[in-house]
Nanobody
Framework: QVQLAESGGGLVQAGGSLRLSCAAS????????AGWFRQAPGKEREFVAA????????DIADSVKGRFTISSDNAKNTVCLQIDNLQPEDTAVYYC??????????????????WGQGTQVTVSS
């Protein structure tokens, strides 16, 4: 099993920044990397960004490119999501997930077998 714990969410004004962290523990060696998804009220959970352990491969959704940056610290089994120039439409619960399947691509929820509880990001205008 793999456990994931997100932190760093909060309430910020538009134009501000946040850094979300995801600490992974357990059998992380059975996974291929981690991704971030977000879910706004009444909407589907959508892919945001992903990174392989070691950082050799990354993927970021077109809708957030230029504002979101993903990074990993293998020594600490931590994946971070830096969010700059936050906008009200970024308001959502952000979830960290560990990729357990190579059948699906990084942006597919089906690629991830482990999920964190989520952290709330609220952006005021």
């Amino acid at each position: 099993q793999v456990q994931l714990a997100e932190s760093g969410g909060g309430l910020v004004q538009a134009g501000g920044s946040l850094r979300l962290s995801c600490a992974a523990s357990g059998r992380t060696y059975t996974t291929y990397g981690a991704g971030w998804f977000r879910q706004a009220p009444g909407k589907e959970r959508e892919f945001v960004a992903a990174i392989s352990w070691g950082g050799g491969s990354t993927d970021i959704a077109d809708s957030v490119k230029g504002r979101f940056t993903i990074s990993s610290d293998n020594a600490k089994n931590t994946v971070c999501l830096q969010i700059d120039n936050l906008q009200p439409e970024d308001t959502a619960v952000y979830y960290c997930a560990a990729r357990s399947s190579l059948i699906y691509n990084w942006s597919s929820r089906n690629a991830y077998g482990y999920w964190g509880q989520g952290t709330q990001v609220t952006v005021s205008s």
